[in-house]
């Protein structure tokens, strides 16, 4: 079932050998440079070498399906391709421009980009030159309802004036950042989803203020979480991506594959995770035997490896029907993943700490890291609640095709 193609069993082969080689042992170095610098923004030059590395091999832009950009790799293909870098999810998709928020915007810019901004913008995040960041979430409205968002985008002559504020920017303080993807109502009168539209901002626009960082958990992030205040922000007419009331459209198209992406990173974080709780298990001894010998633990390695078989097989079967019939027609499995992914890898991740005892909650293990982000990730592109209220309805429209639409 879901038999990888030969080009993508070679990419699993040479991504693999990429990872051991040097992802891995690159690791320790990152930390250590990071720690280094005092400065939890920094851009440790590790990474620069690990990106010139994964170019020689072949080994950059994966994510992208067109092949005018990429490898042109179906959903299907790119999946296994995301779980083996999500076994190390701070390096491995950027050391291959493979990371999100970039993934999404470079998207974004392919299908929706004039060609000014694709000379501008989209060649130099193709190229890992540069960074971007999407400045969609608005702390003073539930943005899980994105027909809520208020960032206001005013047309004044051959400008547009932008005033709002938005927190959860990803990637706003990353060293390299130059443009954000900014969603907005730009007509507040018009139909419930023809009032949003994007614009293209340089992150150095007067007015852009880059108010703070937001830590997960107590992480700070490398790329920054950040709170933006747009004031009076000016930008010219061509900063529009696609239309006026375009915006909900693209942000359709762009979540459809991200949450692939992060589902299938998410199932790397477990099946590292498992490994972890393994080697934990049967290095470590309680009175008289090996911690792995003990029924609970036995449960907990068990129920991981079904656990996470099964989320990986949902969400391969939601990369198919997406390459096969579409993203709208596979709303439903897209939903589903993005609930049942997350939940499986926290409840690994959380057996493999308590394995560790003390240890697992510390930084000399990822754990406590995965947990953190992993806990993040059941609100990140739309909370659980939201994608269950997707499936539920379509589940009742199966039944009474007008169900919830007049109600």
Request: contains cysteine; negative net charge.
């Amino acid at each position: 079932m879901f038999e990888l193609t030969d080009r993508a069993k070679e990419y699993q082969e040479k991504l693999l050998a990429f990872m051991d080689e040097r992802i891995y042992p690159a690791e320790s170095v990152y930390e250590a440079q990071m720690v280094e610098s005092g400065d939890p923004h920094f851009h440790p030059p590790i990474l620069e070498e690990l990106k010139a590395d994964a170019k020689k091999r072949g080994l950059w832009n994966l994510f992208h399906p067109h092949p005018e950009w990429g490898p042109g790799l179906t959903n299907l293909e790119y999946a296994p391709l995301a779980e083996i870098m999500g076994r190390s999810a701070h390096l491995a998709p950027e050391a291959t421009n493979c990371n999100a928020p970039d993934t999404g915007n470079m998207e974004v810019l392919t299908l929706f980009g004039t060609d000014e901004h694709k000379e501008k913008w989209l060649k130099p995040l193709l190229d890992g030159e540069i960074a971007s960041a999407f400045a969609m979430t608005e702390p003073a409205v539930a943005s899980s309802d994105a027909t809520n968002i208020q960032l206001r985008m005013e047309r004044d002559g051959d400008d547009y004036v932008l005033n709002g504020r938005k927190w959860w920017t990803s990637n706003a303080l990353h060293k390299n950042c130059k443009v954000l993807i900014v969603m907005g109502k730009t007509e507040p009168e018009a139909a419930t989803h023809r009032q949003q539209s994007m614009m293209v901002v340089p992150i150095d626009t007067p007015g852009v203020t880059v108010l703070r960082n937001l830590p997960v958990f107590g992480y700070k992030d490398r790329e920054g979480h950040a709170e933006v205040v747009f004031e009076n922000v000016r930008v010219p007419v061509t900063a529009l991506l696609a239309g006026e009331g375009d915006g909900f459209m693209i942000s359709q198209a762009r979540l459809g594959p991200g949450r692939i992406h992060h589902c299938m990173r998410a199932v790397g974080m477990a099946e590292r995770a498992l490994d972890l709780m393994i080697d934990r298990a049967q290095a470590r001894t309680t009175f008289g035997e090996p911690v792995a010998n003990r029924a609970n633990v036995q449960d907990w390695i068990a129920e991981s490896r079904i656990e996470i078989d099964m989320v990986r097989l949902l969400t391969l079967k939601a990369a198919h029907l997406m390459d096969t019939v579409g993203n709208r027609h596979a709303r439903t499995e897209i939903a589903a993943i993005k609930v049942a992914a997350p939940e499986v890898a926290l409840k690994v991740v959380d057996r493999a700490i308590q394995v560790h005892g003390g240890g697992g909650v510390s930084d000399d293990f990822p754990l406590a890291s995965m947990y953190a982000h992993l806990r993040t990730l059941r609100l990140a592109d739309g909370p659980d609640e939201v994608h269950k209220r997707t499936i539920a309805m379509r589940e009742l429209r199966r039944r009474e095709p007008q169900w919830g639409r007049t109600r």
